[in-house]
Structures are given as structure tokens and as C-alpha cells.
């Protein structure tokens, strides 16, 4: 089942870049804020720096992505020396990095700290998938109606299943085909229902599956 996802928790290398006086370089495990990376106080560019290795067997129709959420100050990530983004006002980031692997890797994410809000607050993360993916998917309430939209993104060979389910329970199928958004409105869903679950199938493989909790009203 995909995605399947290998977490860099730590250690990582925190290294403040300033001239004169600023604290010590230092280990620090993700995810974490601009406090516990042991830099409260302090204003400007910091490098965090994580090493790995190759993540396994790679099979053709699989991707290594890498992905990362509730970054606060990014400034640039780079990937064994290649830029992959300089895009200051993300908050979040996805890059097929599959190309670029070798068998030891070098990360490095480049945070701005204007504040003590800085940080790699959310997980960072290599992510394995298939051709075809489940992108931007939301789950929102709309009067009594509750609407599930996303899309499928990459490529596949044919049309996919989209299933969704209500705490587990199957709530809609359809067809779909890779590059299309999709739309579920699901009428008369209990008010104690507590989760969302979509998957993408590829005959009798799932490709990507996305769960979310179901707002409360």
C-alpha cells in the first residue's frame, strides 16, 4: 500500500550562519521549533542538515518523493548541492527527488528566523510513490453536505477506482483518470462520524491513500 513514507526524525545539524557572537552548532530531533533547535533568541539564517541513505529498492513505477509540512521561515532546501526551491513564503513542499539520489544523501533546509515561530514544525519525510497520487485533498463541510475534494496527479496506464469511506465504512466509488479533480458530496453522513478515508486503485493495488478527520459541525 502506498504512500509508504520513511520519517528523517534525527539526527539533524543545526548550524546558526552569522557573524559574531550566536549559539553553538548543534543536534536536534524533528520535528522542532526555533526554541528547541536551540536557537531562542537568536535572529537570522540557520542550517539544518540531515544525511541518509538510499531508501531500498526503487521498483520502475515507484517515486521517491520528498515532502515536509508546517515549515515556518523557509528560505531554500537544497538536495545533494541541487536546489530544489528558494521559495520563501511556502509553508509546505513535495519534490520528486528520485533522480537525484545516490547512496549517501545530503539534506539541507535554510530557515530564516525573524522569530522564536520559525522552525521545522512538521514532519520531513521521504515518501514512496506510485505513477499516479492523490493531491490536494480536502475535506470541508457545506450546510448538511460533506465534500471531499482533491486531485489525481501524475500518470497512469488507464482509468483508477476512487473509493471513499466513512470510518471505514465504503461511502462512494467512481472512475477516475490521472490529471483529473474530483468532487465527492456525501448527503446524510451521521454527526458522530469521525473519519475520511480516500483511496486510489490501480486494478487490485492501492496507489495512494489519504485520511482525514471529518470537521466537527
Same mark, same amino acid.
Given at each position: 500500500?502506498?504512500?509508504?513514507?520513511?520519517?528523517?526524525?534525527?539526527?539533524?545539524?543545526? =548550524?546558526?550562519?552569522?557573524? &559574531?557572537?550566536?549559539?553553538? /552548532? #548543534?543536534?536536534?530531533?524533528?520535528? %522542532?521549533?526555533? $526554541?528547541?533547535?536551540?536557537?531562542?533568541?537568536?535572529?537570522?539564517?540557520?542550517?539544518?542538515?540531515?544525511?541518509?541513505?538510499?531508501?531500498?529498492?526503487?521498483?520502475?513505477?515507484?517515486?521517491?518523493?520528498?515532502?515536509?509540512?508546517?515549515?515556518?521561515?523557509?528560505?531554500?532546501?537544497?538536495l545533494?548541492?541541487?536546489?530544489?526551491?528558494?521559495?520563501?513564503?511556502?509553508?509546505?513542499?513535495?519534490?520528486?527527488?528520485?533522480?537525484?539520489?545516490?547512496?549517501?544523501?545530503?539534506? =539541507?533546509?535554510?530557515?530564516q &528566523?525573524?522569530?522564536?515561530? /520559525? #522552525?521545522?514544525?512538521?514532519?520531513? %519525510?521521504?515518501? $514512496?510513490?506510485?505513477?499516479?497520487?492523490?493531491?490536494?485533498?480536502?475535506?470541508?463541510?457545506?450546510?448538511?453536505?460533506?465534500?471531499?475534494?482533491?486531485?489525481?496527479?501524475?500518470?497512469?496506464?488507464?482509468?483508477?477506482?476512487?473509493?471513499?469511506?466513512?470510518d471505514?465504512?465504503?461511502?462512494?466509488y467512481?472512475?477516475?483518470?490521472?490529471?483529473?479533480?474530483?468532487?465527492?458530496?456525501?448527503?446524510?453522513?451521521?454527526?458522530?462520524?469521525?473519519?475520511?478515508?480516500?483511496?486510489?486503485?490501480?486494478?487490485?493495488?492501492?496507489?495512494?491513500?489519504?485520511?482525514?478527520?471529518?470537521?466537527?459541525?
Amino acid at each position: 500500500m502506498y504512500p509508504h513514507r520513511i520519517r528523517l526524525r534525527g539526527p539533524w545539524e543545526c =548550524e546558526p550562519r552569522a557573524e &559574531g557572537t550566536k549559539p553553538a /552548532a #548543534g543536534m536536534v530531533t524533528m520535528p %522542532a521549533g526555533w $526554541i528547541a533547535s536551540g536557537l531562542a533568541g537568536f535572529r537570522g539564517l540557520a542550517r539544518f542538515t540531515r544525511r541518509f541513505g538510499y531508501p531500498g529498492r526503487i521498483d520502475d513505477g515507484e517515486h521517491v518523493w520528498l515532502v515536509g509540512d508546517t515549515v515556518r521561515g523557509l528560505h531554500e532546501i537544497k538536495l545533494n548541492d541541487e536546489i530544489l526551491s528558494n521559495a520563501a513564503a511556502s509553508t509546505s513542499f513535495s519534490f520528486d527527488v528520485t533522480g537525484l539520489l545516490a547512496q549517501r544523501n545530503r539534506l =539541507e533546509i535554510l530557515l530564516q &528566523g525573524d522569530s522564536d515561530d /520559525a #522552525g521545522l514544525w512538521g514532519e520531513i %519525510a521521504l515518501e $514512496i510513490r506510485r505513477d499516479a497520487y492523490l493531491a490536494e485533498v480536502a475535506v470541508v463541510r457545506d450546510g448538511q453536505m460533506l465534500v471531499i475534494t482533491g486531485r489525481v496527479a501524475g500518470t497512469s496506464p488507464g482509468p483508477l477506482e476512487l473509493y471513499t469511506l466513512i470510518d471505514n465504512r465504503n461511502a462512494d466509488y467512481r472512475v477516475v483518470n490521472a490529471g483529473e479533480s474530483f468532487r465527492v458530496e456525501l448527503a446524510d453522513v451521521p454527526e458522530n462520524s469521525q473519519s475520511v478515508r480516500v483511496e486510489l486503485i490501480c486494478v487490485s493495488s492501492i496507489w495512494y491513500v489519504v485520511e482525514a478527520a471529518i470537521p466537527t459541525w
